[in-house]
């Protein structure tokens, strides 16, 4: 139900942008999120943005950095990633909330995609 795609390699201080397909029915009325997972650590949240785009949430380290959109039919998440950090490299996963806003908690979301390697080199 959800297609997250656009991860890859890049140097430190470089871009990257991920993207989140959803059906209709999974996301248009729900906001969306993105989480990320580095080997050995716990998932935890970067953005979130609410059900109109309109909200958006973002994790302390972050900030500034990477911004959550998504697209105007609702259905696509993307997460523009500026500045990229060593610290950045993880599998980022994006997720689909229960409500009509985003969350920092992963138990307010209830679909998960299947995760995409970001990885940044120093």
């Known amino acids: 139900q959800l297609q997250a795609s656009g991860g890859g390699l890049v140097q430190a201080g470089g871009s990257l942008r991920l993207s989140c397909a959803a059906s209709r029915r999974t996301a248009s009325n729900n906001g969306m999120g993105w989480f990320r997972q580095a080997p050995g650590k716990e998932r935890e949240f970067v953005a979130a943005?609410?059900?109109?785009?309109?909200?958006?949430l973002y994790a302390d380290s972050v900030k500034g950095r990477f911004t959550i959109s998504r697209d105007y039919a609702g259905n696509t998440v993307y997460l523009q990633m500026k500045s990229l950090k060593p610290e950045d490299t993880a599998v980022y996963y994006c997720?689909?909330?229960?409500?009509?806003?985003?969350?920092?908690?992963?138990?307010?979301?209830?679909?998960w995609g299947q995760g995409t390697q970001v990885t940044v080199s120093s």
């Open positions: 997720a689909v909330s229960r409500r009509s806003v985003g969350s920092r908690t992963r138990a307010e979301y209830q679909y």
């Open positions: 943005v609410d059900w109109r785009g309109g909200t958006t």
